[in-house]
Nanobody, 118 residues
């Protein structure tokens, strides 16, 4: 059974930093692209960052230069380092797994709350 469990969310002041973690189990981790999405109340879920099986990264324009996605295949972990946080970064952050070139094989975590105060 596949599980994605996020952690590391919390309350931080604008300009501060947080590091989110996602622990994956029940899948061949190295076969999946991993990504972070976020959703604020009343808004659509939006893409934040992705890292492929080969380590290529992609970022939303709104977070580029501030956030860094990384993965540790030996530990089945993916991370999102968030720096220079802004109030508009406030959202529930979700970890996702997408098997490369097999779009029907995808999973979502339960989410972790990030709140940035000003």
């Amino acid at each position: 059974q596949v599980q994605l469990v996020e952690s590391g969310g919390g309350l931080v002041q604008a300009g501060g930093s947080l590091r989110l973690s996602c622990a994956a189990s029940g899948l061949t981790f190295s076969s999946y692209a991993m990504a972070w999405f976020r959703q604020a109340p009343g808004k659509e879920r939006e893409f934040v960052a992705q890292i492929t099986s080969d380590g290529a990264t992609t970022y939303a324009t709104s977070v580029k230069g501030r956030f860094t996605i990384s993965r540790d295949n030996a530990k089945n972990m993916v991370y999102l380092q968030m720096n220079s946080l802004k109030p508009e970064d406030t959202a529930v952050y979700y970890c996702t797994a997408q098997r490369t070139r097999f779009i029907g094989d995808n999973y979502w975590g339960q989410g972790t709350q990030v709140t940035v105060s000003s």
